[in-house]
């Protein structure tokens, strides 16, 4: 068996999972793009030391800051890693707000053609030229469906859409149908964070306010000198506003409203690919909520039960970090 929490940046995913890894024997992989990667820790609220050594977690920091993780490699390796958890007896978890990886880890992905080195970097310099928007309307061109469903401020994703319409003379939005393979010997369970929208900008807002109290500016100064542009997360939430500060493009007020403002887009953007994932059990509020974490247990209880999956909850439980 496999649970899987999902849901917006904020919505306390990471609290509900340490609640049920410690009732169920369980044990955390990580399902978020940027969390993978070394050296980024302020921005990516990652797990706590503390929280990572009362469960083992797996699949943060093991990418270098200037390497590059795909879906379809990011599924490769968590298959790999849940499978060997189930192979302890204990209860893989999946955790995180990245829904292509999701997707990916739990449906397969399309069997894409090779990366263009060449191509890639004539297409990251007309966005330095020209901007994100010049690239995204190129793939409209090429490729409606998957410009309708990426942001335009998605550089990644918009150039590896356009290198596979490019490489195999095919829609990537048509190639998605072909060939994926989806994760065999599993009863997944899907749990959805919906908390009140009110609720969860505030926690956004505040989440991302503090990260800059906590050192962003500073972080994002050493990760820019070290690596520079080689770095890809430098360009996500909260580093990309951090990066703007420290190089004098926003004062520090404007650059946390502007991060503020970007964590709340992407939790919208989060919710909206979700609710087309089929088969969520939405529960309406947040992780760390005791209500919630009671509704969580139940219906795993309920699942394992059903299912007959050997699964049990130790004697002793422990009450899980807010």
């Known amino acids: 068996m496999l649970v899987a929490i999902l849901g917006p940046t904020g919505s306390g995913k990471t609290a509900l999972s340490l609640l049920l890894a410690e009732h169920f024997h369980g044990e955390i992989v990580n399902c978020d793009s940027v969390a993978m990667y070394r050296e980024f820790e302020i921005g990516t609220a990652k797990p706590t030391r503390t929280e990572r ?54 449906n397969g992905l399309f069997p894409g053609p090779q990366r263009s080195a060449a191509l890639r970097e004539r297409l990251r310099q007309r966005t330095a030229e020209k901007g994100s928007t010049y690239v995204h309307r190129l793939l409209k061109r090429l490729d409606p469906d998957s410009a309708q469903k990426i942001h335009s401020n998605d550089v990644p994703k918009i150039v590896r859409a ?43 807002n505040k989440r991302a306010a503090q990260m800059f109290d906590n050192g962003l500016g500073d972080e994002t100064k050493k990760l820019w000198e070290r690596y520079g542009d ?20 926003l004062d520090r007020t404007a650059a946390i409203a502007a991060a503020q403002q970007a964590h709340r887009n992407y939790a919208k953007r989060q919710l909206t ?42 004697e002793s439980k422990h009450d899980s970090k807010t």
């Open 53 to 106: 050594a009362r469960i083992p977690h797996h699949l943060l920091d093991f990418v270098e800051p200037t390497g590059y993780m795909t879906a379809g490699e990011y599924a490769r390796i968590a298959r790999q890693v849940i499978r060997d958890i189930s192979s302890r007896g204990n209860l893989p978890i999946v955790v995180g707000g990245t829904g292509l990886y999701l997707r990916a880890l739990l």
């Open 273 to 314: 690919w979700f609710r087309r994932e089929p088969d969520v059990i939405w529960l309406q509020g947040f992780g760390d909520e005791p209500s919630i974490q009671t509704l969580a247990v139940g219906l795993l209880r309920r699942q394992t039960r059903e299912l007959g999956s050997g699964i049990e909850e130790p």
């Open 162 to 204: 356009i290198e596979v319409c490019l490489a195999s003379r095919q829609k990537m939005s048509t190639m998605w149908q072909q060939g994926r393979e989806p994760l065999r010997g599993f009863d997944v369970l899907l749990i959805g964070l919906n908390p009140d929208r009110g609720a969860l900008y505030d926690r956004i």
């Open 230 to 249: 080689t770095a890809q997360p430098l360009g996500s939430l909260g580093y990309k506003q951090a990066k703007q500060f420290i190089h004098g493009q």
